[in-house]
């Protein structure tokens, strides 16, 4: 596949599609899908890439297409959640969001990123300080105490239980702490001697026994992304009067204890929040693929947010759960995103599959997509 873009990359045709002076000239090119992703591994040779999706599944298939192309592909999924639902998103799309953020905070690779998010998630104002601060990693030899150690996992939201099955939980018994990272296929156990990690492998869950050693460090991911640290619990206790059908979830952050939907009260508990795109390098070129869709997309995304408010509310008027907030200005709506997108200095294009010649700005690539039959 290398192999191929390297020989694309020798044609007039598609260095002149991929130049930055050629952006400024064409805002919209139509070409093939299959040349999506040679085209984008093309420009990251020279600058940082966003790509932005109609949904997770093209999300999912473009990175992994990207992947073949290029060596620093990173993923930003979107919440399975709505802002105002009582939901909280799960373990391992939270931690690869954060491992994204903070390979863009803190990675010292030179090669052009190219991070790839459906409408959602770069629509989806995140918390200010989210993935600032580096992450623990360990590793076989390391010094590090136990007690610390429990009390970084318990910070991070992990779920301190009897037994570990399921991702975002750990237990301990007496030097050994067995551990469910949110991104990887089985837990790991941790042995002690004294404040040095002696042993670090793999088990499995049903026999819970190990089968092979970690290999290399291991990065400790947050299981969520609102954590509960002391001015949090403080802000919590104090908003439980204001809010009484929150008042039990309040009532348990307050005590530091994690719940289930406690993220949709980060509009009221979070002052200052921003977006993927204030996290993407300086001079990074945006690419919509099929902006129209993704346009109707996130259209659709508000409207729906808007009904299942309602829905919400209706449910409350007969003894369920009142929501606790709107969920207005968790999203960027379509004008809000292109105006971060301008005051942020950013570049932007997007490939099509169709287009109409009388439209402004926009060039046809001369490729054809190969009949399968």
């Known amino acids: 596949m290398r192999g191929l873009l390297n020989s694309l990359a020798d044609f007039p045709e598609f260095i002149d599609a991929t130049s930055e002076s050629n952006l400024h000239r ?6 093939p899908p299959p040349s999506f992703p040679f085209l984008i591994a093309q420009i990251a040779q020279s600058r940082p890439v966003l790509v932005i999706s109609g949904s997770s599944r093209g999300a999912e298939d473009i990175a992994s297409e990207l992947r073949d192309l290029h060596d ?5 999924p979107a919440w399975e959640t709505l802002p105002h639902e009582r939901l909280s998103p799960r373990s391992d799309t939270v931690a690869r969001r954060i491992q994204t953020l903070n390979e863009l905070a803190h990675s010292s690779s030179a090669l052009n990123p190219i991070v790839i998010t459906p409408v959602r998630g770069v629509i989806h104002r995140i918390i200010a300080d989210l993935a600032k601060q580096p992450l623990l990693a360990i590793e076989k030899g390391q010094e590090i105490s136990l007690s610390e150690l429990i009390k970084h996992l318990t910070d991070l939201a992990y779920v301190r239980t009897d037994l570990v099955e399921k991702r975002g939980e750990f237990a301990v018994r007496g030097g050994i702490i067995d551990l469910f990272l949110p991104l990887t296929k089985h ?12 042993e670090l492998n793999y088990f499995e869950v049903s026999g819970q026994r190990t089968s092979e050693p970690v290999i290399g460090k291991l990065e400790i991911f947050p299981c969520r992304e609102l954590l509960l640290t002391q001015e949090i619990q403080i802000k919590a206790n104090d908003l439980i009067s204001k ?9 348990r ?19 200052e929040q921003e977006t993927l795109l204030d996290r993407m390098p300086a001079n990074t070129e945006i690419i919509f693929l099929d902006e129209e869709r993704i346009r109707s997309r996130a259209a659709d995304l508000l ?14 008027a007969v003894g369920a759960v009142a929501p606790v907030h709107t969920g207005i200005g968790t999203y960027l709506a379509w004008d809000e995103l292109a105006e971060k997108i301008t005051s942020l200095g950013l570049n932007r294009r997007s490939l099509n ?3 109409s010649d009388l439209s402004e700005n926009t060039d046809f690539m001369a490729i054809a997509a190969i009949d399968p039959s």
């Open 26 to 31: 064409s805002h919209n090119l139509v070409t």
């Open 72 to 76: 620093r592909v990173l993923e930003f």
């Open 187 to 198: 837990p790991v156990r941790i042995d002690f001697f004294g404040d040095e990690i002696e």
């Open 243 to 251: 809010f009484p059908a929150a008042a039990e979830m309040l009532d």
């Open 253 to 271: 952050m307050a005590a530091g204890i994690a719940t289930e939907g406690m993220e949709s009260l980060i509009p009221l508990l979070i002052e």
């Open 303 to 316: 409207s729906t947010n808007e009904e299942f408010l309602a829905a919400s509310w209706s449910n409350a």
């Open 353 to 355: 599959s169709f287009g």
